[in-house]
Nanobody, 125 residues
């Protein structure tokens, strides 16, 4: 069992940066691939970024590639999402997730077994 707690959300203006953190409790954090998803008001939840167990593989949604960076520190049981050049369309609740997808990373929600409660990000123009 893994418990995930996100932090670092907030309200910023266009062009600003934020770093989200997701701290995991429980055993074997390094055994799980990690991912970030987001859900904007009135929209379906969507994939943002994923990272493999050891951090050697990363994968991004096209809408955030080049602006967001996912990383992890297995010694601290934490995964991060550095978000730069934020846009109003990045406004959403951001969720971290843990799972064991074949191939090391995945954009599919079904491949992730554990989810955090989310942290809100609001970007104003």
């Amino acid at each position: 069992q893994v418990q995930l707690i996100e932090s670092g959300g907030g309200s910023v203006q266009t062009g600003a940066s934020l770093r989200l953190s997701c701290s995991a409790s429980g055993r074997f954090f390094s055994s799980y691939a990690m991912a970030w998803f987001r859900q904007a008001p009135g929209k379906e939840r969507e994939f943002v970024a994923a990272i493999s167990r050891g951090g050697e593989l990363t994968f991004y949604a096209g809408s955030v590639k080049g602006r967001f960076t996912i990383s992890r520190d297995n010694a601290l049981n934490t995964v991060y999402l550095q978000m730069n050049s934020l846009k109003p369309e990045d406004t959403a609740d951001y969720y971290c997730a843990a799972g064991s997808p074949a191939g090391g990373t995945s954009f599919r929600e079904a491949n992730y077994d554990y989810w955090g409660q989310g942290t809100q990000v609001t970007v104003s123009s």
